[in-house]
């Protein structure tokens, strides 16, 4: 029943983030957003402000152009000064700590994956109902999820041949605790991917743009030292196989628009304000 409501509470936000992005310029008052979510404004903001720790006035501030134009000069500064990355705070540089990525090995995939034993399993984040499945080695794959069984038929048909449990083992529950609790009792999340050696690198470069902060697919290209690749690095972000924890949310137009995404562009303003407002001094 709390799982449920919990599904209920975030479409509702996600509609509201997506009815504040698309009239930002008019700027809707929290009687409008809430009206279009069919809430009373006081269970509007109570819901909202549980989410996400701000109001949703304060959301506002850190999906508009503005701030994003502001993270994106911040990031291409970065790209000058590597003391910037080294003088952030460890809640920041989560990704870059704490996570490590070990591509598969030709072996390991080959014939649709008939090597490899996976164990998935459905769990609730900030951001609705997502499948997260592992190998015996690590993290392989995790995805936002609509409905369970085509979820599920997408994971296989990355590895068609390979062997299904369902079954949440120590991997998974030690990955997921990045949504719920202080990251300093994260123990190394370690992910276990297939990727062509360019994708592997975009993916790598990924885990250094900072919770809270944002970059451009010009920038990544610049950071793996292919700065004509803008195109082909916009190509492996889309094809990131580890939702949220490859953060490729967190890139973004060079305009300061947030852009595409492929769990829904509604979703990736909530995931790029939730982490803003948990970082912000």
Aim: aromatic share 10%; net charge positive.
């Amino acid at each position: 029943m709390i799982q449920r409501q919990k599904q209920i509470d975030f479409a509702r936000i996600r509609k509201a983030i997506g009815y504040l992005s698309e009239n930002y310029k008019s700027q809707p008052t929290l009687e409008q957003a809430a009206e279009h979510v069919n809430l009373s404004s006081y269970h509007f903001q109570r819901m909202f402000s549980n989410w996400a720790g701000v109001s949703p006035k304060q959301f506002l501030r850190y999906i508009n152009i503005t701030h994003a134009k502001k993270l994106l000069k911040e990031d291409k500064a970065s790209l000058l000064d590597t003391t910037y990355e080294l003088g952030l705070s460890s809640t920041s540089r989560l990704h870059d700590l704490f996570i490590d990525i070990e591509g598969m090995t030709p072996g390991e995939y080959k014939n649709g994956g008939e090597n490899l034993s996976i164990n998935y399993s459905f769990v609730e984040s900030p951001f609705g109902k997502a499948i997260v499945a592992s190998t015996i080695k690590g993290i392989c794959y995790i995805a936002f999820v609509d409905n369970e069984e085509s979820s599920l038929k997408l994971l296989k048909n990355q590895y068609p041949n390979a062997q299904y449990q369902k079954h949440r083992d120590k991997m998974q529950q030690n990955a997921m605790l990045v949504f719920t609790q202080d990251w300093s009792r994260v123990d190394k999340i370690k992910l276990h991917i297939k990727g062509t050696d360019f994708q592997l690198k975009v993916w790598q470069a990924l885990l250094t743009i900072p919770m809270g902060k944002l970059s451009t697919y010009s920038n990544i290209a610049n950071k793996i030292n292919n700065p004509k690749a803008s195109r082909a690095v916009g190509s492996a972000i889309g094809d990131n196989p580890v939702a949220f924890l490859i953060p490729c949310h967190r890139v973004i137009k060079s305009t300061g628009l947030l852009g595409q995404y492929h769990w829904g562009c509604d979703r990736k303003a909530a995931m790029i304000g939730w982490e803003g407002a948990k970082t912000d001094d």
